[in-house]
Nanobody, 116 residues
Framework: QVQLVESGGGLVQPGGSLRLSCAVS????????MAWYRQAPGKERELVAR???????NYADSVKGRFTISRDNTKNTVDLQMNSLKPEDTAVYYC??????????WGQGTQVTVSS
C-alpha cells in the first residue's frame, strides 16, 4: 500500500517562506513523477509544481520564480520551497505521486495560510 505523508504547512505573513515535505512509503510501485497541487476554498485543485524521475520540472505560472520543487529519489521524498508568499497562495497543498503504470496517489493535504 502506498502512503504519502505531508508536513510543513502553517501560517506565514506575506513575503515569508515555508517548506513543505512529502514522504512516500510502500512498495510495488515505480515513480514516474511527483508533484504538489493546491486547492483554495471554492476553487478547483490545481497543479503547483511537478518533477519527474529524470529531474524535469514544471511550475504553474503563478509560482514561477518563487517556488522550487526538489526530489530525493533515494529517499522517495519531494519538497516544495515556497518563498515570497502571497495571500493568494493560501490553500490546502497536496502531495501527488504518479506511477509508471499510470496510477495516482494523494496525501491528506496540509494547510498553508498567508496572512498578516
Amino acid at each position: 500500500q502506498v502512503q504519502l505523508v505531508e508536513s510543513g504547512g502553517g501560517l506565514v505573513q506575506p513575503g515569508g517562506s515555508l517548506r513543505l515535505s512529502c514522504a512516500v512509503s510502500g512498495s510495488g510501485f515505480s515513480i514516474y513523477a511527483m508533484a504538489w497541487y493546491r486547492q483554495a476554498p471554492g476553487k478547483e485543485r490545481e497543479l503547483v509544481a511537478r518533477v519527474t524521475r529524470g529531474g524535469t520540472t514544471n511550475y504553474a505560472d503563478s509560482v514561477k520564480g518563487r517556488f522550487t520543487i526538489s526530489r530525493d529519489n533515494t529517499k522517495n521524498t519531494v519538497d516544495l520551497q515556497m518563498n515570497s508568499l502571497k495571500p493568494e497562495d493560501t490553500a490546502v497543498y497536496y502531495c501527488n505521486l504518479f506511477t509508471t503504470n499510470a496510477r495516482a496517489y494523494w496525501g491528506q493535504g496540509t494547510q498553508v495560510t498567508v496572512s498578516s
